[in-house]
C-alpha cells in the first residue's frame, strides 16, 4: 500500500524559506512521477511542482517558478519542496501526491493525474 507522509510545514514571516519534505512507502518510488499541490483557505487544490521519477524532468506553477525548487532522493524514498522568499500568498496545506502508472504523466500539472495523496502539512507565511 502506498503512503506519503508529509513534513517541514509551520508558521514563518514573509521572506523566509521553509523546506517540505513527502516520504514515501509500499513500492519502488524512482518509477513514478511525484507532485505538490496546495490548498489555501476558501480556495481549490492548486499545482506547485512536479518532478519525473529520475528527477530530470520538473514543473512549476507560474506563481512559484524562481522561487519554489523540486527535488527527489529515490535512494531515500523522499521528495522535497525548498521554497524561498515565501509570500504571504503561499500559506495554505500542502500535499503531495504520486500516481498509480509508471514513466511519464500526461498533464503532470492536473491533480487528476495522481492517485495517492499524503495528508498534507500547513504552511503560514505571515506579513
Known amino acids: 500500500q502506498v503512503q506519503l507522509v508529509e513534513s517541514g510545514g509551520g508558521l514563518v514571516q514573509a521572506g523566509v524559506s521553509l523546506r517540505l519534505s513527502c516520504a514515501a512507502s509500499?513500492?519502488?518510488?524512482?518509477?513514478?512521477?511525484m507532485g505538490w499541490f496546495r490548498r489555501a483557505p476558501g480556495k481549490e487544490r492548486e499545482f506547485v511542482a512536479a518532478?519525473?521519477?529520475?528527477?530530470?524532468?520538473?514543473h512549476y506553477a507560474d506563481s512559484v517558478k524562481g522561487r519554489f525548487t523540486i527535488s527527489r532522493d529515490n535512494a531515500k524514498n523522499t521528495v522535497y519542496l525548498q521554497m524561498n522568499s515565501l509570500k504571504p500568498e503561499d500559506t495554505a496545506v500542502y500535499y503531495c501526491?504520486?500516481?498509480?502508472?509508471?514513466?511519464?504523466?500526461?498533464?503532470?500539472?492536473?491533480?487528476?493525474?495522481?492517485?495517492?495523496w499524503g495528508q498534507g502539512t500547513q504552511v503560514t507565511v505571515s506579513s
Open positions: 518532478i519525473s521519477g529520475s528527477g530530470g524532468v520538473t
Open positions: 509500499g513500492r519502488t518510488f524512482s518509477r513514478y512521477y
Open positions: 501526491a504520486t500516481t498509480r502508472v509508471i514513466g511519464p504523466v500526461l498533464s503532470p500539472r492536473s491533480s487528476n493525474s495522481y492517485d495517492y
